[in-house]
Antibody, heavy 116, light 107 residues
Framework: EVQLVESGGGLVQPGRSMKLSCAAS????????MAWVCQAPKKGLEWVAT????????YYRDSVKGRFTISRDNAKSTLYLQMDSLRSEDTATYYC?????????WGQGVMVTVSS | DIQMTQSPASLSASLGETVTIECRAS??????LAWYQQKPGKSPQLLIY???SLHTGVPSRFSGSGSGTQYSLKINSLQSEDVASYFC?????????FGAGTKLELK
């Protein structure tokens, strides 16, 4: 059974940093691209970033380029999202998802609140 | 960026009814389209990919169709467990983009 479990969310002040993790199991992690998708409270879904199966390629939405970094550790089957210079508009639930072009499996999500 | 326009924003239907949700892309996305279901407080779940392929374990009352810029999700014989929000997503090109969602309620 595919499982994705996020961790690392919480309350953070504007301008500060936070790192999210996603532990994967139930599939061969290093065979798949992985992604982060966010959802602001009561809002729709937004793709944030994707990393290729081997970590050699990364893709970001414009609003997070230069502030967020997606990475992975295939030996640990873990995906990461380093979020720097956080803004109030980054407040959202962040989901880790397996990116098989479509997002075929999702984690339960972790809430990130950016507020002073 | 490819814009995804989803309609209607909300929908009320009776048990056993057939409902259809539409999604229009701002350019041809060559069937690179997925549909997701999200129940309150839960993460989204994939229903349909490649516009018309049913994801593993999804009931056959869900179906997808369309091509070019116009796509639709149909739910036959609506069940109570289908009450949820539904989102379309294009994965033809980065940045991947989603429709604004359709909230489906029971009449």
């Amino acid at each position: 059974e595919v499982q994705l479990v996020e961790s690392g969310g919480g309350l953070v002040q504007p301008g500060r940093s936070m790192k999210l993790s996603c532990a994967a199991s139930g599939f061969t992690f290093n065979n798949y691209d992985m992604a982060w998708v966010c959802q602001a409270p009561k809002k729709g879904l937004e793709w944030v970033a994707t990393i290729s199966y081997d970590g050699s390629s990364t893709y970001y939405r414009d609003s997070v380029k230069g502030r967020f970094t997606i990475s992975r550790d295939n030996a640990k089957s873990t995906l990461y999202l380093q979020m720097d210079s956080l803004r109030s508009e980054d407040t959202a639930t962040y989901y880790c998802a397996r990116d098989y072009s479509r997002f075929d499996y999702w984690g339960q999500g972790v809430m990130v609140t950016v507020s002073s | 960026d490819i814009q995804m326009t989803q309609s209607p924003a909300s929908l009320s239907a009776s048990l056993g009814e057939t409902v259809t949700i539409e999604c229009r892309a701002s350019e041809d996305i060559y069937n690179g389209l997925a549909w997701y279901q999200q129940k309150p407080g839960k993460s989204p779940q994939l229903l349909i990919y490649n516009a018309n392929s049913l994801h593993t374990g999804v009931p056959s009352r869900f179906s997808g169709s369309g091509s070019g810029t116009q796509y639709s999700l149909k739910i036959n014989s609506l069940q109570s467990e289908d009450v949820a929000s539904y989102f379309c997503q294009q994965y033809y090109d980065y940045p991947y983009t989603f429709g604004a969602g359709t909230k489906l309620e029971l009449k």
